[in-house]
């Protein structure tokens, strides 16, 4: 299957600060990127939808002005998190999805933010 | 809009019992249907998928799934779980609204294999 990263894997930050992680294919080239955002003991909660070159469409609830999705390329990917609260803390996962692969969907490893 | 349900949120089985983990979704439309897994500390990886054709699908790693679209349901199996199975296991839907397809996600199921 596709390979995806995520940078970091793990990051702390104070509150108020803006925390930027990144999201790469490896191997393939993707139209469409999803960002999820999954609590403890929960289930994937989609963020937002973006197409390269394009504006990300977010999910009803989620603020876009503080979770700024950039789909800079057809390999990269970048979620900022704005002035980051303790309650921003989750596991942030991004998945690729390719032009001509159907509904499948290849997932990172995702990111854990944590902040203080 | 479409949902999953995924009816036991916690299973523990002992090595060599035989697993089945629920799965229903509600969509009226063409679906595809997949199933995740999530070993402790590691991402999500796809265990099998559903796209048209043998509503018997077999994954990876042992395991099975039954696509019944009378019953909106996709039900994960494996005859004989192993110890390595312990993890998380998550239904999720594609659908269509519009143009687009959007994937949602069941609240998971928590497998636990003791020795």
Redesign the interface.
């Known amino acids: 299957g596709a390979v995806v990263s995520q940078h970091p894997s793990r990051v702390i930050c104070k509150s108020g600060t803006s925390v930027k992680i990144e999201c790469r294919s490896l191997d393939f080239q993707a139209t469409t990127m999803f960002w999820y955002r999954q609590f403890p003991k929960k289930s994937l909660m989609l963020m937002a939808t973006s197409n390269e070159g394009s504006k990300a469409t977010y999910e009803q609830g989620v603020e876009k002005d503080k979770f700024l999705i950039n789909h800079a390329s057809l390999t990269l990917s970048t979620l900022t998190v704005t002035s980051a609260h303790p309650e921003d803390s989750s596991f942030y996962i991004c998945s690729f999805k390719t032009a001509g692969g159907g509904n499948e969907q290849f997932f990172g490893p995702g990111t854990r933010l944590t902040v203080l | 809009a479409q949902s999953v349900s995924q009816h036991n949120h916690h299973v523990i089985l002992s090595e060599a019992a035989s697993l089945e983990l629920g799965c229903n979704y509600s969509y009226g439309g063409t679906v595809?249907l997949?199933w995740?897994v999530q070993y402790p500390g590691?991402?999500?990886?796809?265990l099998l998928?559903y796209?048209s054709g043998d509503p018997l699908v077999k994954g990876i790693k042992g395991f099975e799934a039954e696509f019944i679209k009378s019953k909106f349901s996709f039900n994960l199996r494996k005859p004989s779980v192993q110890w390595s199975d312990t993890a998380e296991y998550?239904c999720a839907v594609?659908a269509w609204t519009g143009t687009?397809?959007?994937?949602?996600?069941?609240?998971?199921t928590?497998l636990q294999v003791t020795l």
């Open positions: 595809n997949f995740y590691q991402h999500l990886q796809l998928k796209f998550f594609n687009a397809s959007k994937l949602t996600f069941g609240t998971g928590r």
